[in-house]
């Protein structure tokens, strides 16, 4: 069967075979024989293709990986594991905004340490400027599960508060192009924060506050499915969440 993931990339990023080979360094009719023989290329050249094609190396070859190796280069994906989000550096930050070039994300219920740190909002409103892609999601605060993990961090309604704090805050913001923000009412196991392929993960303890929690630092590679999974969780908040409207 041909590899029709692999014709399908190449067609719609406008790049013939011919090119795709010599940038990779491979002769011409190794590729074809990739694509419609659908012949699995040296590990090497998977990493190549996926890399140069901006897609994941399981998705081209999804046979390719074994199990063992799907896990080793997820591994790869753990830049830093802090014991709480307090013990990352504070610079870490302004780095994971300011380097962003498509696309920013933030998935929290309140983030109120985010929205307090003036220098992290004149780089997200820089960066919106720039034609940088930013998501801002917000715990909804007439939301239960709001009340909940109030409850379970034993500041009950100062959640809420915390919240509708943070809308204000971010009202200059919500009002650039580039920038939208959303109200979402779901049970939130971690905050996410990325930029283009830099993720922060900030777990949720039961008991615990945020601030206190396990932190990882992590980056997106080919074939690696850690930092997909927590993108595909970010999307499906977003599609599901109400778009912030004048009055809130």
């Known amino acids: 069967m041909p590899n029709e993931r692999?014709?399908?990339?190449?067609?719609?990023?406008?790049?013939?075979?011919?090119a795709l080979a010599e940038e990779i360094d491979v002769d011409p009719k190794t590729v074809e024989r990739w694509?419609?023989?659908d012949r699995t290329p040296y590990r090497r050249h998977r990493y190549a293709?996926?890399?140069?094609?901006?897609?994941?190396?399981?998705?081209?070859?999804?046979?390719?990986l074994t199990k063992e190796q799907v896990t080793q280069v997820s591994d790869s994906e753990i830049i830093t594991v802090y014991p709480h989000r307090w013990a990352a550096?504070?610079?870490?930050?302004?780095?994971l905004f300011t380097d962003a070039q498509h696309q920013i994300g933030i998935l929290v219920y309140s983030?109120?340490?985010l929205a307090e740190d003036t220098g992290v909002q004149r780089t997200l409103a820089d960066k919106a400027k720039a034609g940088v892609r930013v998501r801002v999601l917000l715990g909804d605060p007439d939301a239960p599960q709001v009340a909940?993990?109030?409850?379970?961090?034993?500041?009950?309604?100062?959640?809420?508060?915390k919240i509708r704090n943070v809308l204000v805050i971010y009202k200059p913001l919500s009002k650039l192009d580039n920038v939208e923000i959303r109200l979402h009412g779901t049970v939130l196991y971690n905050s996410i924060f990325f930029a283009d392929d830099q993720m922060f993960v900030n777990t949720h303890v039961y008991g615990v506050p945020a601030s206190n929690a396990p932190f990882w630092h992590l980056r997106k590679i080919p074939g690696g499915e850690i930092v997909?999974?927590?993108?595909?969780?970010?999307?499906?908040?977003?599609e599901g969440a109400k778009p912030l409207q004048p009055g809130d």
């Open 148 to 161: 909940e993990r109030g409850a379970d961090e034993g500041i009950g309604e100062a959640m809420a508060a």
């Open 6 to 18: 692999l014709r399908a990339a190449l067609l719609q990023r406008g790049m013939t075979i011919a």
């Open 111 to 113: 983030g109120m340490f």
């Open 228 to 238: 997909t999974t927590y993108l595909e969780s970010f999307e499906r908040v977003w």
């Open 89 to 95: 550096p504070r610079d870490a930050w302004g780095r």
């Open 49 to 64: 293709v996926a890399s140069r094609l901006g897609l994941d190396e399981s998705y081209l070859w999804p046979e390719a």
């Open 35 to 37: 694509i419609t023989k």
